[in-house]
């Protein structure tokens, strides 16, 4: 069974730093496009960045310079270190993992709030 579980949320305050992190299971993780999203209070999801298997990262633009996607193949784990968080990157952040036939999973997310 395909599973995501994300880890790490919290509550910072704004220019503090986070980091989470998503272990997969029941998975080729190292084959999978995997990546993070997240729901801002009231909004829609949007993409924050992935990360393919063999290393390329694609990043929101407003969060570039400011979060770095990585992966460890060999713990099944992808992480996403946050710096200088501001008030606006409060959401739910969610796992993705894309597998190369398409299937798409997703992990059941993690609360970040950054207060001012």
């Known amino acids: 069974q395909v599973q995501l579980v994300e880890s790490g949320g919290g509550l910072v305050q704004a220019g503090g730093s986070l980091r989470l992190s998503c272990a997969a299971s029941?998975?080729?993780?190292?084959?999978?496009?995997v990546g993070w999203h997240r729901r801002p209070p009231g909004k829609q999801r949007e993409l924050v960045a992935t990360?393919?298997?063999?290393?390329?990262?694609n990043y929101a633009n407003s969060m570039k310079g400011r979060f770095t996607i990585s992966r460890d193949n060999a713990k099944n784990t992808v992480y996403l270190q946050m710096n200088s968080l501001k008030p606006d990157d409060t959401a739910v952040y969610y796992c993705?993992?894309?597998?190369?036939?398409?299937?798409?999973?997703w992990g059941k997310g993690t609360l970040v709030t950054v207060s001012s």
């Open positions: 029941g998975m080729f993780f190292s084959i999978n496009t």
């Open positions: 990360i393919t298997s063999g290393g390329s990262t």
């Open positions: 993705s993992s894309i597998a190369p036939n398409g299937l798409v999973a």
